[in-house]
């Protein structure tokens, strides 16, 4: 029996993927690639944006054509859209099955015949406790560590897709990665769906920045990686963990969205753009060389000519080193999607075209300010391709160098020497 999976979205989105087919794998199916014959399609779907939910679409048509020739197929979908709009999943075809996010640790057993209703997933007030050894083709294993999210940004459909913020347990976080590193795993990513809202919702005084410390005293985590982290969550307290770190990466994700005032409030941001840049100084002071990553959103029904201006010149100034660049997309059930003043397609593509440029400009700035300061880049290295072992480095960049040592799996330190393919070529620092 085979298994084929796609995923689309987020790295929560991945992980949940990687559990779900790590399930199929205990019970002795074969995983191949979603392109390929197999008995059971998952599709995993995303809709943060319209393009995200053609996507998932698109997959789900794929695998009702190969079913049209072979009826014991099984398809299965899961997900946002799924948990969204299972009505609109339905009506594609013969899907077998549509999971809610609440039920994804249950999927081959309802497959199976196990009794299941579809639920709401604002009735799931605990975290759904699932997890995997084995992340295929990857050096990094994810760690899910927290799921939903209590805020409701105006132009955001993920708390209808993810539900209230639900914390794990601080003893099977650290359980799992004791079978991940039986595994050879040595670099690990924390992820969520609101990462800084860890801990809330289960202890009194227990938060993001003490697990990442409590994870950094684990001998056999050697690198730890951080998602995106929401503004608000960016306190003395997370700051001084990471400032006395050895072990985090020095690249942080942190989304503005805007940076116009005005559309902020709109958005229902709280914070503004001051106090937006005052945590990026902070960083600046205490990790000068770090990879600092930002989300904007461009064409916000309400962002006129100005408000853009004031987002596009602050990004100019703002020292980061890229930009996500999202055009808005309306998702029912949003605030925004009954706003007024919509902004047209062709401005918004103008708009986003002019940020990913920037975009582009800053990371290759940031690339030869490493190369002037040569700081150590430190990694897991991956594999070796055309001549040279590659990883991606704690500053995220992607570092290639030669050695004809083996290096796969294993931690590296390199110095910077050129700027290379898409990233930078460098040394085996001693």
């Known amino acids: 029996m085979k298994i084929a999976a796609v995923t689309f979205g987020c790295k929560v989105n991945q992980y949940e993927t990687a559990c779900i087919v790590n399930d199929f794998l205990q ?7 979603f392109a390929e014959p197999a008995d059971v399609y998952l599709i995993n779907t995303c809709t943060v944006t319209n393009r995200t939910d053609f996507k998932s679409r698109n997959a789900l048509r794929k695998a009702l054509s190969r079913k049209k020739q072979d009826q014991c197929i099984k398809i299965i979908a899961t997900g946002c859209y799924a948990q969204r709009d299972p009505a609109a999943l339905r009506k594609m075809g013969s899907v077998d099955l549509v999971i809610d996010n609440g039920h994804k640790d249950k999927i081959l057993s309802i497959m199976q015949g196990a009794d299941y209703l579809f639920r709401d997933i ?3 007030n605990s975290y759904c406790e699932h997890k995997t050894s084995l992340f295929p083709d990857r050096t990094r294993a994810f760690l899910k560590i927290q799921d939903g999210c209590n805020y409701e940004c105006a132009y955001c459909a993920v708390p209808l897709g993810r539900g209230k ?13 004791s079978d991940l590193s039986e595994s050879g795993y040595r670099e690990f990513v924390l992820v969520g769906v609101n990462l800084g809202l860890y801990g809330h919702d289960i202890y009194q005084n227990y938060r993001l920045a003490q697990l ?3 994870l950094e005293k684990i001998p056999t985590v050697d690198l730890l990686r951080l ?3 929401e503004p608000l969550f960016w306190d003395d307290e997370l700051i001084s963990i990471i400032h006395h770190s050895k072990k985090v990466a020095p690249h942080f994700h942190i989304p503005l969205q805007s940076g116009s005032d005005n559309i902020l409030f709109q958005m229902g941001r ?21 990879a600092i990553g930002l989300d904007v959103i461009a064409g916000l029904p309400g962002e006129g000519e100005p408000e853009f201006l004031q987002t596009f010149n602050l990004l100019q100034n703002l020292d980061y080193t890229y930009l996500h660049v999202f055009p808005y997309s309306p998702r029912p059930g949003t605030r925004a999607y009954s706003m007024s003043d919509k902004v047209k397609g062709d401005v918004i593509k103008i708009r986003t075209d002019k940020l990913n440029d920037l975009s582009r400009r800053k990371k290759k700035d940031y690339a030869s300010w490493l190369l002037e300061q040569k700081p150590v880049l430190t ?6 391709s055309q001549g040279y072992w590659t990883m991606l480095s704690d500053h995220y960049l992607r570092t290639y160098f030669r050695s004809q040592a083996s290096w796969q799996g294993k931690k590296v330190h390199i110095i910077p020497t050129e ?5 930078v070529k460098g040394i085996i620092s001693d």
Do not use: H
């Open 379 to 384: 990694g897991i290295v991956e594999k070796k």
């Open 270 to 290: 709280n914070y503004t753009s001051k106090q937006f840049c005052d945590i990026l100084q902070k960083l600046r002071r205490i990790i000068p060389a770090a």
């Open 27 to 33: 019970a002795g199916y074969e995983v191949v690639d």
């Open 122 to 124: 604002f009735s799931c």
């Open 227 to 229: 998602s995106s982290i």
């Open 419 to 423: 700027l290379f393919l898409d990233g």
């Open 212 to 214: 990442i410390a409590d």
């Open 165 to 177: 913020s639900r914390s794990r347990r601080k003893e099977n976080i650290f359980a799992q990665v």
